[in-house]
């Protein structure tokens, strides 16, 4: 199955239901939508699972984004955040989509990590406000919060994420 944007639908495995074989037949999973945080059930039979050993620090009050691979950390960058009207949202998600635009020096960069958070607050934006980590034509901005919830990075940065960040990769985003 495929989202909106044409690519696959990711979901994060937070548990799983056995059977009297211990064999997997349910996945409680994480799910892309609104509110933050939704889980549901899928069988397990429909479910492709994959590896992940990447994972993604996300922290507001530093402003940075920092990638970890198999437990050791292999980049960290100063990022721009949301302003206080259109705060980033703090949680546990991962990365669902990873899109290349197709203006690579607009305003996205030259590529977007979508992660399965939502702004709280831009509601009525087209797809209802997903957030994403992303390149940006603004490099000044860099390490403010001025962004309506996104993540930006530096392009060279957000290219280094991109490579590493699969999709499934769990993103904690913190204050």
Excluded at 48 to 63: G, K, N
Aim: with cysteine.
């Amino acid at each position: 199955m495929k989202n909106v944007n044409g690519v696959p639908m990711v979901f994060a495995v937070r548990a799983r239901r056995i059977d009297g074989t211990c064999r997997a037949r349910w996945y409680r999973v994480q799910l892309p939508m609104r509110p933050n945080g939704v889980r549901g059930w899928v069988k397990a039979k429909d479910v492709h699972l994959m590896p992940v050993r990447s994972r993604i620090l996300v922290d507001l009050s530093a402003r940075r984004v920092t990638l970890f691979l198999g437990g050791r950390r292999v980049l960290s960058a100063r990022a721009a955040v949301g302003t206080g009207a259109t705060p980033t949202p703090t949680g546990a998600y991962y990365v669902n989509q990873r899109l290349i635009p197709a203006d690579p020096g607009g305003p996205f960069g030259p590529g977007a990590i979508g992660i399965s958070a939502f702004s709280e607050v831009l509601t009525g934006w087209v797809q209802g406000g997903p957030v994403a980590i992303h390149g940006t034509n603004r490099p000044e901005l860099i390490g403010r919060a001025v962004s309506n919830g996104c993540i930006r990075v530096r392009n060279d940065d957000l290219r280094r994420l991109f490579r590493r960040a699969t999709a499934g990769t769990p993103v904690t985003v913190r204050t």
